[in-house]
């Protein structure tokens, strides 16, 4: 039984790392589990330079028709688990970047071969939402006669979605901030019983903004016990029929405990940067959207909710070093 479970180990061992690996920053990132990963942290335009070792297991020598190295950009939905799509149009599992390791030819012990990729141009942020994930992923691949090829790597971070083994590049972009930045003011309410007017200080925030506004109390007829403001996501995957919308609630905040009285004025004042926001995402290679929305709850004695939703645009300022 040993012989033959050993007859399925891949005959070497590749272990791809950084050349900055230790200094770079990195980012926490949530797995499948619940868990969370650090993983290297990258922006645009940014040099990827590092190393691939491969080791023979002892004894053993390595027959390969070509090693290689790639960078790819995915979008996996997670309805259709298993295939992933390029980020062009140029058809499936585009590779972005790629570079020749080794030719044809055998490896009887430990060899390393160095990478770079220079200016890589990554488009979006990485994401991982409840039924889609936006991810790049250097793969290093030994191709073999006859056998199936060597696609694994020790572990550096891993991700329990499949065997595979390979890294993934956590990449943040930047925005610049918006030039019109218009506040929001709208009056809700319900005819003769109850007559609020919103405002909030902006329609666009960055990730570590802090949204201010107040609510006034024009007419009370309802009694009315508490008030609360959430920032909702709304994740949009799919199109036409195949259209999937899952929408979460990432934060609750007290603005009201009590009746309020006509002519009553509340002020909110809310911090962003405690909760896990991405940028707002529109129709991501017409795969997926992610949109913000501030959801307004008032509810009275009797249980009853009544809400106003605005959507707001949730956009990544450039951070100082």
């Known amino acids: 039984m040993n012989y033959i479970i050993g007859a399925f180990k891949p005959p070497c061992h590749i272990t791809i790392s950084f050349i900055d690996g230790k200094t770079r920053k990195k980012a926490s990132v949530k797995k499948e589990n619940g868990q969370t990963a ?11 330079v590092g190393e691939v070792s491969i080791d ?45 390791l080794d030719v044809p030819g055998e490896i009887y012990e430990k060899k390393t071969f160095p990478f770079e990729f220079s200016s890589v141009e990554m488009p979006y942020e990485s994401y991982n939402g409840i039924n889609v994930r936006l991810r790049y992923v250097l793969k290093v691949t030994i191709s073999r006669h006859y056998v199936s090829n060597i696609v694994e790597h020790q572990d550096f971070w891993v991700k329990a979605f499949d065997h595979n083994f390979s890294i993934w590049l956590f990449v943040r972009n930047y925005t610049p901030a918006p030039t019109i930045n218009n506040s929001i003011k709208m009056e809700v309410g319900i005819e003769d019983c109850l007559h609020i007017e919103f405002e909030y200080n902006k329609s666009k925030y960055h990730l570590k903004d802090v949204i201010v506004g107040k609510i006034y109390f024009l007419l009370v007829r309802i009694k009315l016990k508490n008030m609360e403001l959430e920032i909702r996501r709304r994740e949009s995957t799919g199109s036409g029929p195949n259209t999937y919308v899952e929408t979460e609630t990432l934060a609750k905040f007290e603005l009201m405990d009590g009746a309020p009285v006509r002519g009553e004025s509340i002020p909110i004042r809310l911090f962003l940067s405690p909760y896990e926001l991405t940028p707002t995402y529109r129709n991501i290679n017409n795969k997926f959207s992610v949109k913000y929305f501030l959801n307004l709850v008032l509810v009275d004695e009797e249980d009853r909710r009544y809400f106003k939703q605005q959507e707001i645009t949730i956009y990544r300022l450039q951070e100082t070093p």
């Open 38 to 48: 650090m993983v290297p942290l990258f922006q645009s335009l940014e040099n990827i």
């Open 56 to 100: 023979p297991l002892q004894g053993k020598k390595l027959e390969h028709t070509g090693v290689k190295i790639e960078l790819l950009g995915q979008i996996e939905l997670y309805f259709d688990r298993g295939n992933f799509y390029d980020f062009t149009s140029l058809g499936f599992k585009e590779i972005l970047l790629m570079r020749e």
